[in-house]
């Protein structure tokens, strides 16, 4: 494990997200006098509180959507908005696996909901509203929220944290980006394969029975390949494609960013 914080950009990441490196971008941090002259922006991670396998934390979907937020906000920081990243929505649509122990799903019809006004509220001072989605269960109720918002005429879109050739859940992308970003809360020796046939494959079973129907350890993919170096290499490009998609600002019909 290195004894140092890796960088990315502009912003250093922390090996423990909960804990960053303090900076004036975190709207946690700010006074309400400090954004009355600013014209300010705001990204949101969105993740989830749900199983990841054995080795991996329950808010791993968070974390991962945090530290690409706070990175996005990081290289964002010559943009005439003054950038900042919200306290993360924790809670997200994981019915799929709720026969593992820890796992806290809201459901799409409440997450839709709180984005919604999360969004109408944030509006009122934020002239642009970002979401980072960290857990694809979540994808719905994004593109609802963006499109009602959008349609009520606020300036609101949302991105995922993708990579290409990425695993679906817990296996060599994700372990491999907490190993990046959170090393010290990865359980290296609990790391077992888990079902590595394609998600198309899986999907018929998964739909009717969730996770534990097709992986017994809740793993779809296998992370003992992970390493923190393939983890940077992730991160970047989770980064890069938010970062693309920000900058270009073409958001579809369902306020996805493209």
């Known amino acids: 494990m290195s004894a140092h914080a890796p960088t ?4 250093q990441v922390n090996s423990a997200y909960h804990r960053p490196v303090p900076s004036g971008s975190e709207l946690a941090s700010a006074t309400s006098r400090q954004l009355q002259s600013t ?7 969105v993740g989830s509180t749900e199983q990841h396998g ?10 991962i959507a945090t530290a690409v937020s706070r990175a996005l906000v990081g290289q964002l920081g010559g943009d005439e908005l003054k950038w900042l990243v919200a306290p993360a929505i924790g809670y997200g649509a994981s019915g799929e696996h709720e026969d593992f122990s820890g796992t806290v799903s809201i459901g799409t019809s409440a997450l839709r909901l709180l984005l919604v006004e999360f969004g109408r509220s944030a509006s009122r001072w934020a002239s642009r509203l970002v979401f980072v989605n960290g857990h694809g269960g979540n994808a719905e ?16 879109g949302w991105c995922p944290c993708s990579a290409e050739n990425a695993d679906a859940h817990a296996g060599h992308t994700e372990t491999s980006v907490l190993l990046h970003i959170s090393p010290a809360d990865v359980w290296i020796d609990e790391r077992v394969p888990g079902n590595s046939a394609p998600l198309g494959q899986l999907m018929p079973a998964l739909r009717q029975g969730g996770i534990a129907a097709v992986s017994e350890v809740g ?8 390493t923190a170096e393939e983890g ?3 991160f970047t490009e989770m980064v890069d494609g938010c970062m693309r998609r920000v900058t270009g600002w073409t958001p579809d019909r369902n306020g996805m960013l493209t």
């Open 8 to 11: 990315i950009g502009a912003y």
């Open 39 to 45: 014209s300010s922006a705001l990204i949101v991670p």
């Open 54 to 63: 054995p080795h991996l934390p329950l808010d791993t979907d968070t974390r």
């Open 141 to 156: 109720a994004l593109a609802a929220a963006a499109a009602l918002l959008r349609y009520e005429g606020r300036d609101v």
């Open 219 to 226: 793993i779809l993919g296998d992370p003992t390949t992970a």
């Open 232 to 234: 940077a290499r992730i």
